[in-house]
Each structure stands twice: as C-alpha cells, then as structure tokens.
C-alpha cells in the first residue's frame, strides 16, 4: 500500500476526513511521507497516540522534528527558541512548566471570572447595539480570548490590533516565509518592550510574577509571553467560532447549552472532542527504536498524531461521529496529552462555559445569515474552525 500524504482533505466540515477515517478502521499507524522526503508514521488510532505521547523517547523538539506540510514549521525547524517550551523535552521543559503551573494558580483563573463574564457581556451589548447581520468571528469568537489573554499576561488592551494581526500571519499556513519571520519579529520585540516594562512597574499579572521568581532571564521571558499569546488567542477563538457553528447546524444541541445549565460543562467537553481544532498534529519524533502496539519507530522517525481521528475512535468514543452534548467526553486529546498537555486548559473552558450559553441566551433566535455550505472554513490553518460566521437573530 502506498505512503499517505498530508494534509488529507476533508468532505464535510465537522468531520475528519473519510479517508483518515478508513485508514483508522484498517490499522492505529501507518507509513507517511513527509514534505522532506522523510518516511515517517500517520496515527489514527487512540490508545497508540496516547502511548507516542506519554512515551519519554519521543522528542518535540524542532532539531529534530520532520514537518508534516510542505514548508510549514520551517522557520521554527533549525533551534527552538528560548522560553519556547512547547518544543522543549525534559528535564529543559520540566523546568519551565513548573514555573508556569506556579503561575497558572486557582487563584488568577477564579480571579478571571468576573473578567471574562464581564468581557463576554460588553461584546454582546455591541453585537445588539449593532444589530445583526454580524461576523461572530470579529464581534465575539476572537475578541473574548483575545482580552483575556492580555488580561492574563498584562498585554494592554491597546496594544491587542497588532497582535491579532501578527498570530493570523503565524499560524496561517500560507503565509509566505518573510511575512511571518517579519510578524514573529514584530510580536518579539514587542514583548521584550512589556517585560522591560514589567520589571520598572510590576503589576498583578503573570509575566510580572515570573519576573519576580527571578528564574528567568529577558530572552526566555519573551518566549513563554510568545507561546502563551500564540497558544492561548486562535485556538480558544476558533473553538467559539466552530462551536457556535456546530450549535446552530444542530439545533436540538443548541437548545440543551442554551437552556440546561447542567449540560454546560460536559457540552463544551463534547465539542472539543467532535471538533477537534489542533487538526494537523501534534507531531513526536523517536530518539531511540520505539515498539507502539507492536510497531516499531526507528530513532529519527517522526510521528504525526491526528487528532481529529483518534477523538473519533469508535473503541474509545461509541457512536463519536454524533455531537451529544450529554454523551461522556472526557478523555479526549483535544488538549494533547503527556508532559506537553495543554496549560490552559482550564482557562479555555472556563471562557466557553461562560461564552457559549451567555450567547445562546442574548440571542435566543441566533441563526445563521448564510447557508452552511457558505461558511468559510479554515481547512489552510494550523487551528481548525470558520473564518467568518455570519450570524442574525
Ligand atoms: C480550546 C482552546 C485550546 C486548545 C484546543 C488547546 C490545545 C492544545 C494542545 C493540543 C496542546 C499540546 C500540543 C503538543 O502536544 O504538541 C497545547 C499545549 C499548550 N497550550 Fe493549549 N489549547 C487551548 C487553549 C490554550 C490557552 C487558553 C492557553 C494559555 C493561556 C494555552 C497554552 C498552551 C501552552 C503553553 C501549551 C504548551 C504546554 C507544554 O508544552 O507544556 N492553550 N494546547
């Protein structure tokens, strides 16, 4: 049988492509060829992707990783940047976790709350100010994580235009090599300008209290602030914008967030597992021969997990190609899994338990003002969702 190539093309917008889904029913892992010509692993089933991703010889680090999309990933290929720890393996990586788990405290998320209610609450008002038909993207999916992003970070919400534009550039796959090495830079340099700034005047705010810990010099300071904007602003906006668009195609859906507080919490795990929006990786790379369900990974070989398919896993998820809010999601990857499983995971949810329903419930006659098929999808992203959602109510 021939190699797989990547990315695979989807037939319908909610669902992980028909030939990802065969290739899951055939077998957990198969041969792929990489955009360099490498001849790595495709994984399609659950229980092998959890095991690549607990497993400790598997690195994530961009030295020695293969990117699974032509060109893409090159610019951060040949050194992972300082601070930059999601491409960081132990014990470098263990390091930096500690220090941020030290900073992502119950405290701050609780102390976000009323933020974020209230972030959510003045993006709705402008919404009925304006009167439909809006962009859901512009007028509420990107503002909301977007604010509480720099909420966190104590990035001025001035500042935010700037932002918004260069993480599009980042993570846009399109994206010409020199416009995102000229995006990156911008985005650098305005971090590093924040933290000299937080070390003069420290506030209540996390790159504040890492500068405190004094474990961290400038340069990796601006690398954690790098992947927390990066990491913490598409993804949660893409998961408003796809949500929403899954509600209003499945109604019966929409009137249980809407109306039965006590379908929230699992709801929003329902639709991180049904959608899936970290849809081209993650990708692990073996630093020594590794046997995964009786395959083996030769050292050097790269692995691409996709994650889409695996939350659809019939043996883990029965009858997963249905979105049930009341079904039991837990257990997901969404947020991967292993040492680099998702930081802030508890801040995205909070932001879509607060979001979803606080939308639902200003605008009970939400509908679309296109027809599905109309709605722009983001199949040339690295985040998954909708470029734009036309809505009315
Ligand atoms: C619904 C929204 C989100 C999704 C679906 C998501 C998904 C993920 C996934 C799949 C990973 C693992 C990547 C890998 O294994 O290579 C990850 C890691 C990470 N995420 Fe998220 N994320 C979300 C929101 C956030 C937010 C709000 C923040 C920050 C405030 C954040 C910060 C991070 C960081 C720092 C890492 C790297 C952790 C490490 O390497 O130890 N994410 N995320």
Not at 6 to 34: C, G, K, S, V
Not at 68 to 80: A, D, Q, S, V, Y
Not at 140 to 167: H, K, M, N
Request: charged share 25%; glycine share 8%; net charge negative.
């Amino acid at each position: 049988m021939s190699d797989v190539t990547f990315p695979i093309a989807r037939q319908r917008p909610l669902d992980p492509p028909d030939e990802a889904t065969e290739l899951r029913q055939r077998a957990a892992m198969h041969r792929m060829t990489y955009a360099d010509g490498h001849r790595g692993w495709l994984v399609t089933g659950y229980s092998a992707a959890r095991a690549i991703l607990a497993h400790p010889h598997f690195s994530n680090r961009a030295e020695v990783s293969h990117p699974p999309i032509p060109g893409r990933f090159e610019r951060l290929r040949t050194k992972t940047p300082p601070g930059f720890f999601i491409r960081a393996d132990a014990p470098e990586h263990t390091r930096y976790r500690k220090l941020l788990t030290g900073q992502f405290t119950v405290r701050r998320m609780k102390a976000l709350e009323p933020r974020i209610e209230e972030i959510t609450n003045a993006c709705l008002d402008d919404m009925a100010a304006a009167g439909g038909p809006v962009d859901l993207v512009q007028a509420f999916a990107l503002p909301i994580p977007s604010l509480v992003i720099c909420e966190l970070l104590g990035v001025p919400y001035a500042d935010r235009e700037q932002f918004q534009e260069d993480t599009k550039l980042l993570v846009n796959l399109e994206t010409k090599a020199e416009e995102s090495i000229a995006a990156l830079g911008r985005s650098m340099a305005y971090l590093a300008g924040l933290i000299k700034r937080k070390r003069e005047e420290p506030a209540d705010d996390l790159l504040s209290g890492l500068i405190e810990g004094g474990e961290l010099d400038d340069e990796e300071l601006t690398g954690v602030g790098f992947l927390l904007l990066v990491a913490g602003h598409e993804t949660t906006a893409n998961m408003l914008g796809l949500g929403t668009y899954a509600l209003l195609t499945n109604p019966d859906q929409l009137a249980a967030m809407r109306d039965d507080p006590s379908v929230v919490d699992n709801g929003v795990e329902e639709l991180l597992r049904y959608l899936t929006i970290v849809h081209l990786g993650p990708v692990r790379t073996a630093l020594e021969d590794v046997e995964i369900e009786g395959t083996t990974i030769r050292a050097g070989e790269s692995a691409t997990i996709h994650l889409p398919s695996v939350n659809r896993d019939a043996e883990r998820f029965p009858g997963g190609d249905r979105l049930d809010l009341a079904r039991p999601a837990t257990g997901h990857m969404s947020f991967g899994h292993g040492i680099h499983q998702c930081l802030g995971q508890q801040l995205a949810r909070t932001e879509m338990r607060i979001a979803y329903p606080a939308l639902l419930r200003r605008f009970p006659g939400l509908r679309l003002a296109v027809t599905p098929e109309e709605v722009p999808m983001r199949s040339d992203m690295s985040i998954y969702g909708v470029h734009r959602l036309p809505v009315t109510w």
